[in-house]
């Protein structure tokens, strides 16, 4: 009998729920195991000794790390259904291009606003509106980035929509009123289980964010 | 109807270098256009909006951004000669977990050994070394990082090679002496056709280092 594909994940990671968002994409069952950064597993430490970073994959007992790279495997691994990727290689380059602009781009920015004060945060809040910006032109009129169907760029964008909350509170801003087609996305996909079963509630981000800032600023 | 690819780059970027040597792993025609990364031109302002950046690869008037991402859809529309990329979803993900931490990790520390001074460069000498021994301990005793045919995670190393001179002369220390398996490695793949064409010569990037300080307004 096979054993189930573990997920080593840290709740509130926005990285290690696009790995959440994959997996029930594909409808594949899987074994979620919470991990303590201040006491990491033996199973993190020997399956990504090189970054001893959450979301770990382990499937067949061989690990897949990064969560990107977690993703795209997830969708190779199990290719039957729900692709993430269109099937032309110029449409594929372009979902990685955007992906890889949320990793570059979106994710230090937003870290900013929730992580850091002053100058810093400003800058942050300036670089993340940019950034939205830039993914709502990109979105265009579309459902979703992949078009009619929910796809790579989505899942790696849509899991920061459970830390929108948080930003507004600690950047003191709305992103809906910067970008309300983004806000008018992320609902949608929000519509799917395998988003919505896999994103905590914003309130309980805001809180651990709070927590964070208490501790750190 | 013929395929028309041009490849919008600038010669000393080791980036720019993988799909130099992607498209002549699949002996793809090219039209290479030097860019001038101080004065940037129209069409690469338009082809890369977002990063306004080196290597652009433009096929059919379409362009393709960031240098690993082209690699791998050089390798998906010229499918018929050697795959850079294994087939097997496992195998894919771990060379796309080394192209990664290549991209992450090599180009910054190594820039501290050029680009800058005293405890920083040191830092950065320190670190460069520890990222190459990573590296070197992945390889082991395969030929290349793929296995036995030259790949994705090859190509994404290897240009950083060209500039391995100039900084064991910036950082004054050998990179032999440090990783000799890494140094055999970058022996062996320059061998290949594609990357000898595709790597500009350790003098020219030597000689280039001290120009692009002046340019960067780094003393």
Not at chain 1, 153 to 162: C, G
Not at chain 1, 167 to 179: L, M, P, T
Not at chain 2, 120 to 129: H, L, S, T, Y
Request: charged share 30%; net charge neutral; glycine share 6%.
């Amino acid at each position: 009998m096979a054993n189930l594909p573990i997920l080593l994940d840290y709740w509130p990671s926005m990285f290690g729920m696009r790995a959440r968002v994959a997996l029930r994409e594909k409808g594949v069952e899987f074994e979620y195991r919470e991990e303590d950064f201040s006491n990491k597993s033996a199973l993190l430490l020997q399956s990504n000794p090189i970054h001893k970073k959450i979301p770990v994959l382990i499937h067949n007992g061989k690990p897949v790390c990064e969560s990107l790279n977690v993703v795209q495997y997830v969708d190779e691994a199990w290719p039957e259904k729900n692709p993430f990727f269109p099937s032309d290689p110029y449409g594929r380059a372009q979902a990685r291009f955007w992906a890889d602009f949320v990793d570059k781009k979106f994710a230090d920015a937003q870290f900013k606003i929730w992580g850091k004060k002053g100058e810093e945060q400003e800058a942050g809040k300036k670089e993340f509106i940019e950034a939205v910006k830039i993914l709502e032109a990109e979105l265009g009129d579309k459902p979703y980035f992949g078009g009619d169907s929910f796809g790579y760029v989505d899942i790696s964008l849509i899991t920061f929509s459970s830390w929108f909350q948080a930003y507004e509170k600690f950047g003191n801003f709305s992103i809906e009123s910067e970008s309300p087609k983004l806000i008018a996305w992320a609902k949608r996909c929000m519509e799917k289980e395998s988003v919505s079963k896999s994103l905590p509630d914003s309130e309980k981000i805001v809180a651990y964010a709070a927590e964070y800032r208490k501790n750190n600023l | 109807m013929a395929d028309e690819v041009l490849l919008l780059d600038f010669w000393p970027s080791m980036f720019g270098m993988r799909t130099r040597i992607a498209l002549e792993e699949k002996n793809v025609k090219f039209d290479y256009r030097e860019q001038d990364l101080w004065n940037k031109s129209p069409i690469l302002l338009e082809m890369n909006p977002v990063h306004k950046k080196i290597p652009v690869l433009i096929h059919n008037g379409k362009p393709v951004c960031e240098s690993l991402i082209q690699v791998e859809y050089i390798d998906e529309v010229w499918p018929s000669k050697t795959p850079l990329l294994p087939s097997d979803p496992y195998q894919r993900a771990h060379a796309k977990f080394w192209g990664d931490f290549i991209d992450k990790k090599v180009y910054a520390s190594a820039r501290l050994i050029w680009g800058a001074k005293g405890e920083e460069q040191e830092a950065g000498k320190k670190e460069f070394i520890e990222i190459l021994k990573t590296l070197e301990s992945e390889l082991g005793d395969k030929t290349y990082f793929g296995g036995e045919t030259f790949g994705y995670v090859d190509i994404a190393l290897i240009g950083f090679s060209s500039w391995f001179k100039a900084y064991e002369k910036f950082g004054d220390f050998s990179i032999e002496v440090e990783c000799p398996k890494l140094i055999a490695w970058a022996k062996r793949c320059v061998k290949r056709e594609s990357v000898a064409k595709s790597l500009p010569g350790s003098e020219k990037i030597t000689k280039f280092v001290p120009e692009l300080k002046k340019k960067l307004g780094i003393e």
